[in-house]
T-cell receptor
Framework: DAKTTQPPSMDCAEGRAANLPCNHS???????VYWYRQIHSQGPQYIIH???NNETNEMASLIITEDRKSSTLILPHATLRDTAVYYC?????????????FGTGTRLKVLA | NAGVMQNPRHLVRRRGQEARLRCSPM?????VYWYRQLPEEGLKFMVY????????ESGMPKERFSAEFPKEGPSILRIQQVVRGDSAAYFC?????????????FGDGTRLSIL
């Protein structure tokens, strides 16, 4: 089972910030949070990841709460091309495996 | 740098035939992961390989499915005697290692349709 929960869908107006929440209340102290998105008929695209500090790159910002039980992905100025399913993932570790457990993600629709 | 390359992008097979899906990881990546995605669902882990070795196959069906990642050449996911339920998108991902700062990078998948 996925270690994360996300709202199934969100809408955002073009040009506004899109804030996508993720709950990961059972995360362990050394587990990272990864964000990917999947645009229709393509493979998941890596966006950003973090442990406990806020992170920013050219695509997005990641805000992780101090207790690490939740995080928010921020797309500062959403465009129509950001319409996609966004996945928040806590990577499963241990016993030599490093697989991702995907949840159902958040379907973000950016509206013109 | 070229990304993860999967081929074919689309594959049609009749029930009972064999399907072979290929994945060439990114240059310098020796870890390969296969995932399956049914329509309107998230990706489900199938198998994790590191050059010539299967590390974790906990998501692979017990029969008809196999995977390999030879010393030379692409990783292959093989499905024997396909059935209608095998219809799905199959994605491959690769990473240079397993460190936390080495996220997986995905290909654009192979869409398998069973007639």
């Amino acid at each position: 089972d996925a270690k994360t929960t996300q709202p199934p869908s969100m809408d955002c107006a073009e040009g506004r910030a899109a804030n996508l929440p993720c709950n990961h209340s059972t995360i362990s102290g050394n587990e990272y949070v990864y964000w990917y998105r999947q645009i229709h008929s393509q493979g998941p695209q890596y966006i950003i990841h973090g442990l406990k500090n806020n992170e920013t790159n050219e695509m997005a910002s990641l805000i992780i709460t101090e207790d690490r039980k939740s995080s928010t992905l921020i797309l500062p100025h959403a465009t129509l091309r950001d319409t996609a399913v966004y996945y928040c993932i806590v990577r499963l570790r241990g016993s030599g495996t490093y697989k991702y457990i995907f949840g159902t993600g958040t379907r973000l629709k950016v509206l013109a | 740098n070229a990304g993860v390359m999967q081929n074919p992008r689309h594959l049609v097979r009749r029930r009972g035939q064999e399907a072979r899906l290929r994945c060439s990881p990114m240059k310098g990546h020796s870890h390969v992961y296969w995932y399956r995605q049914l329509p309107e669902e998230g990706l489900k882990f199938m198998v994790y390989l590191q050059k010539e070795n299967i590390i974790d196959e906990s998501g692979m069906p017990k029969e008809r499915f196999s995977a390999e990642f030879p010393k030379e050449g692409p990783s292959i996911l093989r499905i024997q005697q396909v059935v209608r339920g095998d219809s799905a998108a199959y994605f491959c991902a690769s990473s240079p290692g397993t460190g936390d700062n080495q996220p997986q990078h995905f290909g654009d998948g192979t869409r398998l349709s069973i007639l």
